[in-house]
């Protein structure tokens, strides 16, 4: 690759260093005498007054005349892996797609928390000869959990014995144990290809040979691997990694949310022995840097994790896997707006292996890319178990919805109560948390928004407070309304999970319930927790937000209802029809996927919507051919292209004039048209309102050149003003 070509300028000691700052470009720093530099390597460099990491980053401008004398010098090569042509030239690609300084996208490559110095020195210990003097209960449970003789780290044997760090220390004052230095802990075991391989129908079968061909071909690929949820795709994929894993190679597996990565665990470590390295914001700090080290060095086989594991240093990346290709979290939209299954397809092509795109209900972009014969379509068209992909039935709330206050029809509740009544589980699906989405003065009207966004306050009976789902601003529940004042007038709106739970326990007294959603009380490892005792048959009624949608395997599952299933359909978001069919398609998809026949209503003010007879007539294609078919008459994506500017700032008048001045600057062109700028529909978040512009343009147009060449003929933002580019943007609020 040239970017290591030893460039001119090698020659005359000067190197460009890219910042992780929102900057333009490189600068150029002077190479003291005794130091060797590539391009990859991590520098300390002087920036003003501060000291700063960066990177030794491709020239781009091998012609300008600097003089060395005058250039400040690198203080330091900084002792960590330097990063790969290929994490160099997936920065830069990022960098000009998104339009975003490269800076940005290089913080995200860096932001590992890493410690320079290798692995702390871990401790263990071992009994010795040696009895106490003094024995408590503690110091003999410990003895006890040591009296097999074997090392064991000290926290270990604090976790095992029930005490606290400071037992083991005084038995090691005392000699009764000796420490022992261990060797580093291994980032991650080896998976064992052969562990336990079940035994696939032929149509997985041939699915994972192909699969198995394309990582032995060494060769970028694209493959939708497309299936009904339970039908075993992701058997079918772990052959693949099978096969990554005796080529020596590594793969990384891209998955939407961290909840469903736990359940993910497991399954790959019954299925390899070991669990893969974990890849996501809430691993420790320390493993973080472990797993780092051990990518780049090539010990790391296997990496789970979430969108920021595509910026891992893999010595060698063999396959790349985005488990539900079609989930919106997908889409970073803050900071660098990067869509990372769009971006691990640009990996696996820089790394020249094949990318496994995986999904129910593949995105309309994949669908369409699968239909052109761009990417190389997997069926496996039905459940491993043999049971039917649940029916959907309609209820139509015109004709036969719930009583005044109420949110269950009579029909979906009797049919809770049978299933329920008959051993199963049922589940109902609310994407609202929260038990109220709005507060209202029963007196004046009045409705609770939030000081800093152009949202309502969500009441949060268990926490009892109102929240703002924008800006997490939170107030207690007033007693009197604080526009007229009347007492005791305040009445919730509207259902969240928390209300619906309240509802089936009135309509089932003796029903285990269980809310879930990403307000639980003790965060991930609750959720796990409860998750898992839903698993078991320990709750009869689930009451959930999307995070039950995916991934979840609910044996006990005979029932799904979806309170409000028309929610997204209908606004302004030319992706609402495809987010509706996915989400509820998804959410039917948990029922019945053991061995009993699942159910599933869907509660709707709208069942003659081409949506929800999709789904009723269980005709997928039908869907997809109408959906695109629309978009392409429309030119939506990915028909057309679109690139969104928001402008904000907290000055709403000076966020307009900017927007104003940013849509007279949109350089002319036949194939551009600009639409805007308008008020946001979300116009006001944490205090900065907000106006956006889009240019819309036919596919195929270089988007992002388009909107580089806009700004840089545009007014600067100056002040607090900020204007954010987004490309191919996912939300339109
Ligand atoms: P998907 O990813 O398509 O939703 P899964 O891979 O999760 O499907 O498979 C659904 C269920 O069927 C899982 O419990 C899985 O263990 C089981 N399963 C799938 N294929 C096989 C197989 N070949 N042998 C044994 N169990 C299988
Ligand atoms: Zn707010």
Not at 251 to 270: N, S, V, Y
Not at 307 to 328: M, N, Q, T
Not at 373 to 383: D, I, Q, V, W
Request: aromatic share 6%; glycine share 8%; hydrophobic share 45%.
């Amino acid at each position: 690759m040239e970017l290591f070509s030893p460039s001119e300028r090698q020659r005359d000691r000067i190197v460009d260093v890219l910042l992780p700052l929102a900057i333009g470009s490189a600068y150029s720093y002077r190479v003291p005498e005794a130091l060797e530099l590539a391009i990859g390597d991590i520098v300390v460099v002087p920036l003003g007054t501060r000291l700063m990491l960066g990177c030794v980053w491709p020239s781009n401008d091998d012609t300008r005349a600097v003089d060395p004398a005058k250039l400040k010098a690198i203080v330091r090569k900084y002792e960590v892996v330097p990063l790969r042509p290929d994490l160099v030239a997936l920065i830069k690609w990022i960098a000009d797609y998104t339009v975003t300084p490269p800076g940005m996208v290089l913080r995200l490559a860096l932001r590992h928390d890493e410690s320079p110095h290798v692995g702390r020195e871990r401790t263990g210990v071992r009994l010795t000869d040696k009895r106490p003097e003094r024995l408590t209960a503690a110091r003999t449970r410990l003895i006890e959990a040591l009296a097999d003789g074997l090392i064991r780290a000290k926290a270990e044997a604090a976790r095992e014995a029930g005490v606290s760090a400071s037992v083991i220390d005084g038995l090691v004052d005392d000699g009764v144990l000796k420490t022992v230095v261990l060797p580093p802990e291994p980032a991650a075991e080896t998976p064992d290809p052969n562990h336990a391989r079940p035994d696939l129908s032929p149509a997985q079968e041939q699915a994972a040979a192909e699969l198995v061909a394309a990582v032995e071909a060494r060769a970028f690929k694209v493959h939708l691997l497309d299936g009904v949820t339970g039908s075993g795709k992701t058997e079918a994929y772990f052959e693949a990694v099978s096969a990554a894993i005796r080529a020596g190679r590594q793969t990384l597996i891209l998955m939407p949310e961290i909840a469903l990565t736990q359940a993910f665990l497991d399954r790959f470590a019954k299925r390899f022995g070991v669990r893969p390295a974990q890849w996501h914001s809430a691993v420790s700090s320390p493993r973080r840097g472990r797993t780092f080290r051990g990518v780049a060095a090539g010990e790391v086989s296997v990496v789970a994790g979430a969108r920021s594991a595509l910026f891992l240093p893999f010595a060698d990346l063999g396959l790349v896997i985005v488990d539900e290709e079609h989930d919106p979290a997908y889409k970073q939209e803050d900071g660098v707006h990067y869509h990372a299954r769009d971006m691990a397809v640009v990996r696996a092509r820089l790394n020249a292996c094949p990318v496994i795109l995986a999904s129910a209900t593949p995105s309309i972009e994949t669908e369409v890319n699968a239909r052109r014969g761009r990417y190389a379509r997997l069926h496996l068209p039905e459940r491993f178990s043999g049971t039917r992909v649940p029916r959907l039935e309609p209820i139509d709330l015109r004709r036969e919805g719930p009583p005044k206050g109420k949110w269950i029809a009579p029909r979906l509740a009797e049919e809770m109560g049978r299933t329920v009544e008959a051993g199963g589980q049922a589940l109902l699906f609310l994407n609202r948390r929260g038990y109220a989405p709005l507060t209202l003065c029963r007196a004046c009207g009045h409705r609770i928004k939030c000081p800093s966004c152009s949202s309502w306050l969500v009441e949060h009976r268990f926490r009892r407070r109102l929240e703002c789902h924008q800006c997490g601003y939170a107030m207690p529940v007033p007693a009197e309304c604080p526009h007229c004042h009347a007492p005791d007038s305040m009445v919730p709106c509207g259902p969240g999970v928390e209300r619906l739970q309240e509802e089936v326990a009135a309509l089932m007294p003796g029903a285990r319930t269980q809310v879930l959603s990403s307000d639980l009380a003790g965060g991930v490892e609750r959720l796990r927790a409860e998750l898992d005792a839903v698993a078991r048959g320990e709750v009869d009624v689930v009451i959930g937000t999307q995070l039950v949608a995916k991934g979840h395997n609910f044996p006990g599952l005979a029932l799904v209802g979806a309170v409000d299933a028309d929610v997204g359909l209908g606004y302004g978001d030319p992706r609402a029809a495809e987010r509706t069919f996915q989400l509820l398609h998804q959410v039917a998809g948990r029922a019945g996927r053991a061995h009993i026949e699942g159910r599933a209503l869907l509660q709707t003010y709208m069942p003659e919507h081409p949506v929800m007879q999709a789904l009723v007539a269980g005709d997928r294609d039908a869907f997809y051919d109408r959906e695109i078919a629309a978009r392409e008459e429309a030119l939506l994506p990915p028909f057309g292209r679109f690139a969104a500017l928001v402008v904000s700032g907290t000055d709403a008048h000076a966020v307009q004039s900017h927007a104003r001045a940013l849509a007279a600057a949109s350089p002319r062109a036949e194939d551009v048209r600009v639409l805007g700028p308008a008020e946001a529909p979300l116009a006001l978040v944490r205090g900065r309102h907000r106006w956006r512009l889009l240019a819309r343009t036919p596919r195929g147009f270089d988007l992002s050149a388009y909107v580089r060449q806009w700004m840089e003929s545009a007014p600067r933002a100056r002040g607090n003003l900020r204007v954010d580019i987004d490309i191919d943007p996912q939300s339109f609020l």
